[in-house]
């Protein structure tokens, strides 16, 4: 069974979510958990593609503030595992190969308040 992922605007059907960390996929699988007093997303689980190795961490910073549409005076924290917040050079790909879940997918835990760390 596959989930429903969101890439951009439009839905589509993704048959990778069974991917282990160590099998190379073509898309990197997110999954948006609120915290705290942090507005809940309409669609929780992105997928982003995989052809940059390099992709860091900052580039879901980004994506999450215009997601939630935060002026640029609203803090946002993201952690993984609601564990602990990467440094916004690390890559998608290193954090997801140590941290991804059985499904192969990312979770990370954001808030408009410092939750963990």
């Known amino acids: 069974m596959s989930d429903t992922i969101v890439t951009g605007m439009r839905d589509i059907d993704i048959k990778c979510i069974g991917c282990s960390a160590n099998i190379a996929c073509d898309k990197l699988l997110i999954h948006f958990c609120p915290t705290g007093s942090a507005p809940i997303l309409k669609k929780t689980k ?33 952690y993984v595992n609601s564990a602990f917040g990467p440094g916004m050079n690390e890559r998608l790909v290193d954090l997801r190969a140590c941290f991804g879940n059985a499904k192969g997918e990312l979770i990370v835990n954001y808030c408009l308040e410092e939750a963990w760390g």
């Open 46 to 78: 992105f997928a982003l593609p995989a052809t940059d190795p390099n992709l860091p961490f900052s580039h879901l910073h980004k994506f999450l503030r215009k997601q939630l549409k935060l002026e640029p005076e609203n803090a946002l924290f993201l």
